[in-house]
């Protein structure tokens, strides 16, 4: 396929597209067609540069996103986007089907992923739409961890994990999206990547947010977020909750530590059918990658571990909190009691191997819409 070199006209440096890239070109006039002249009836919805848009393209349908042409972050949205999915290909990473780069318009096209965004699975649902079940919550978050393995193997920081970027195609299956904001991450002696803060309040590590520094432990931070997002049903942030409530992670942290407070947590659209013990289990991931010391949060694979084993759970017949069993099983896991200091994966999937029981920056938008911040880089 023929590289196609983007000039920038407002910017100094020259970008071009990776060589290699396996993304197809469209002209303009096939995504005006593809989409009806970007008509509402086509709209998916609006992301941190752009619209997206329901298209049928060469008998295929896909999703369209037009960057704004006002926005030099769009532009670089754009090439990193293209230049990171056209080299990285996972089941749990979205498809990335071509880009167009005429004139001033950029323009990106995915596959279509039939189910939206887990954020519209968790909120303000349709009066049509029954809530995910906890197997299926269960189910999104290890093929999420498993995209972000993948993309840390490869020393890719995804940098904008949160519900709103994991779509959701056939059977719920789950897949990364939105790659603008990513970056390669620390080689060699290197401990971290220098960048000015970006990224989703609420999400973003606090560590990131006070200095910069960027790791896998901040996409680490950022997926303990919406794991606790698919155990609550809570928001990230939340500015109509009470000011105690506002923040997911503040407001969960002293309930960690404490097992009778453990069934609060739960969804309450859930309605009680969830095996306890898979709760107290997902909680303990969740407590150790949001502890605000990084070094202590694990790394991707062992949570992919955790969240194996917390499937298993899934499968021996436990369908809710009662048919679990209501026993404590007090001595079955560690809890998220000293989070912080010595929880571990590691313990948890020794357990659950053992156990077959039955049972601030300004540079951040603190926005309920999850929009991410649009001030300008030189990283």
């Not at 000015?196 to 303990?224: R, S």
Request: negative net charge; aromatic residues 8%.
């Amino acid at each position: 396929m023929k590289n196609r070199c983007i000039d920038r006209r407002r910017g100094r440096q020259e970008n071009r597209v990776v060589v290699g890239s396996t993304a197809a070109t469209f002209t303009f006039r096939e995504l005006i067609v593809a989409t009806e002249h970007f008509g509402q009836q086509n709209f998916l919805g609006q992301g941190g540069f752009g619209r997206v848009y329901r298209g049928e393209l060469r008998g295929e349908i896909v999703a369209v996103k037009q960057l704004d042409q006002e926005s030099q972050q769009g532009n670089q949205e754009f090439m990193a986007e293209v230049n990171m999915l056209s080299l990285l290909h996972h089941p749990n990473l979205v498809n990335l089907v071509g880009y167009c780069s005429e004139g001033d318009q950029r323009l990106l096209v995915y596959e279509y992923m039939e189910l939206g965004s887990l954020e519209n699975h968790l909120y303000e649902l349709a009066p049509d739409r029954q809530p995910l079940d906890w197997k299926t919550r269960m189910k999104i978050a290890f093929g999420a961890a498993k995209g972000l393995e993948y993309l840390h193997e490869r020393s890719v920081i995804f940098r904008d994990l949160k519900s709103s970027n994991i779509l959701l195609g056939e059977d719920y299956h789950p897949k990364l999206s939105d790659f603008g904001l990513a970056r390669s991450g620390p080689v060699g002696d290197q401990t971290h990547v220098s960048t000015l803060v970006k990224g989703t309040y609420g999400y973003c590590a606090p560590e990131y947010l006070m200095t910069g520094h960027l790791t896998p432990k901040c996409d680490v931070y950022a997926f303990g977020v919406v794991i606790l997002e698919l155990i609550t049903g809570r928001k990230a942030v939340d500015g109509s909750r009470p000011p105690d409530e506002r923040h997911l992670v503040l407001w969960g942290r002293p309930l960690f530590k404490d097992r009778k407070m453990f069934q609060t947590l739960a969804d309450p659209l859930l309605g009680g059918n969830y095996p306890k013990r898979s709760l107290y289990n997902a909680l303990a991931v969740a407590a150790m990658c949001v502890q605000h010391n990084p070094d202590a949060r694990p790394v991707m694979p062992d949570v992919v571990s955790a969240l194996t084993f917390l499937g298993a759970d899934e499968h021996d017949g436990a369908g809710s909190s009662t048919a679990a069993g209501n026993r404590e099983d007090a001595g079955q896991i560690d809890t998220p009691t000293n989070a912080g200091t010595q929880l571990n994966t590691s313990e948890i999937v020794e357990e659950s191997q053992q156990s077959q029981r039955p049972t601030s920056s300004t540079n951040v938008e603190e926005s309920q819409q999850s929009q991410r911040p649009t001030s300008s880089t030189n990283e």
